[in-house]
């Protein structure tokens, strides 16, 4: 065992590489249970957490990878200061975890390489969480409740089963990197397009064969990496459309002949719906939609090099173009045109 001060003066107990089963710290004496900020248990034998970590009572750094742990102890929610917990590499599962794993004032987890079939809810308690890392495990799906991590700024869950994005994502004010590469994703939620802090995001080798036009939304993003998926290479229109409802049509002349009306006129929930309307992107249309619309998949340039498929909507089959070979459609908007160079630094396709 090695013991020694760190660079501002924390001690740092470091057990690893020991072939440890077990942590015995009767060796450890009063004083540095007390001054230890730092421990590293990583590469042992250990099976479940010792409850003995929990008498270093300033703990703030726990490094337990490479082990084969099964089971986190209950004293593991002793540790008030906790901040950064790194077990990458163990046997873990949603059912390893205290009961109060989510009062721990963490703002780094990493849980990469275990057995976690779902994400725990108690990580979706941890109000401080800066930084959480599933990553090579067996998740199949995102939780709502990931929404609730409202200082996440980093969330890598890389390497699993997910097949879907759920939009609460788009309720992390602060995320900034995104990977879900290696997963089976088959489409982009556009509520996505409220991430506006996003500078990276990683959906390379998924399902994918188009993108939300909303993409183009943010504003910060700098990388995206999309190869190894099954993006279209030609132009593809889907012509699945259900005629508007007589609702629809209503309100489509209402919003698109600028009716006046107030509350005084309608009931709340017609007030609403017309304020759900929809508009249009083709610049040669000046309707809108509620919920019946073309969905159409076109290609978009980006900085001038990349051609990306994106779905975007329609309000009705004549805002779309004649059929042609002509990968660009009426619709196509100014916008979509001219994405700033600066606006991404790398797209990644293959």
Do not use: W
């Not at 004496?29 to 003995?52: A, C, G, K, V």
């Not at 229109?237 to 698109?256: F, H, V």
């Amino acid at each position: 065992m090695e013991i020694h001060e760190g660079a501002a003066g924390d001690c740092v107990l470091d057990f690893s590489r020991l072939s440890l089963e077990s942590l015995s710290v009767d060796s450890v004496r009063d004083e540095r249970r007390r001054d230890t900020r730092q421990i590293y248990l990583s590469y042992n034998r250990l099976t479940s957490l010792p409850s003995s970590v929990a008498v270093f009572c300033n703990l703030e750094f726990l490094d337990i990878s490479n082990n084969r742990l099964s089971v986190i102890c209950e004293d593991l929610s002793r540790l008030a200061k906790l901040k950064t917990l790194i077990a990458k590499n163990n046997r873990l599962d949603e059912f390893s975890l205290p009961k109060d794993f989510g009062s721990l004032p963490l703002e780094v987890l990493n849980f990469s390489g275990n057995r976690f079939e779902e994400i725990p809810l108690q990580c979706t308690k941890l109000l401080r969480l800066q930084s959480l890392s599933l990553g090579g495990n067996r998740l199949k799906s995102i939780p709502a409740e990931i929404e609730n991590l409202v200082s996440l700024e980093m969330l890598y869950l890389g390497g699993n089963l997910i097949t879907a994005i759920p939009p609460e994502v788009a309720n992390l004010p602060y995320l900034s990197y995104l990977v879900l590469c290696d997963n089976r994703i088959q489409s982009v939620p556009p509520q996505l397009t409220r991430l506006h802090s996003l500078r990276s995001l990683s959906l390379h080798n998924n399902l994918l064969t188009y993108l939300p036009r909303e993409i183009l939304s943010l504003v910060h993003l700098q990388e995206l990496s999309l190869r190894g998926n099954p993006l279209v290479v030609r132009f593809v229109k889907e012509m699945i459309y259900d005629p508007p409802s007589l609702l629809e049509l209503a309100g489509r002349t209402i919003k698109s002949r600028n009716v006046p009306y107030s509350a005084s006129d309608l009931p709340s929930n017609l007030l609403l719906y017309l304020n759900l309307a929809s508009k249009c992107p083709n610049p040669k249309c000046a309707g809108v939609y509620f919920d019946s619309c073309v969905r159409q998949i076109k290609f978009v340039d980006f900085c001038g090099k990349y051609r990306l498929p994106l779905m975007h909507y329609l309000c009705s089959p004549e805002c779309t173009s004649p059929c042609s070979s002509n990968p660009q459609s009426d619709a196509e908007s100014e916008e979509e045109n001219s994405v700033p160079a600066d606006r991404l630094q790398r797209v990644l396709l293959g």
